[in-house]
């Protein structure tokens, strides 16, 4: 199993015993898991989820009429970029994918 699969079979896992309404001890009980397994999966499942860069969306701003337009990216750190009007969709999506 891939690590990204392994993933996405612990993710289930954890969502089953959310809404089994057992207890994280009664439900590893119940399926056969180690807890201290599913303990080590929920970590390292929470520690990827932290990684996951956060989707923030775009404000576009109208410019004054005497200079051109830009598009100002903000981070979820707080820190903006800002871009040419002449910014074709190709760079953008560029300039997206150096900073994912």
């Not at 079979?9 to 009980?29: D, E, I, M, N, P």
């Amino acid at each position: 199993m891939t690590s990204q699969e392994k993933h996405t079979y612990w993710t289930g896992v954890f969502t089953a015993q959310k809404q089994s309404g057992l207890t994280k001890k009664a439900f590893c009980r119940q399926e056969g898991l180690s807890l201290s397994t599913f303990y080590y999966w929920q970590q390292l499942c929470s520690q990827d989820d932290e990684q996951t860069p956060a989707i923030v969306p775009l404000i576009l701003s109208e410019a004054p009429s005497t200079e051109s337009a830009s598009l100002i990216l903000t981070l979820p750190n707080g820190c903006q970029l800002s871009f040419s009007s002449a910014l074709t969709p190709q760079q953008l999506k560029q300039y997206i994918a150096v900073l994912s």
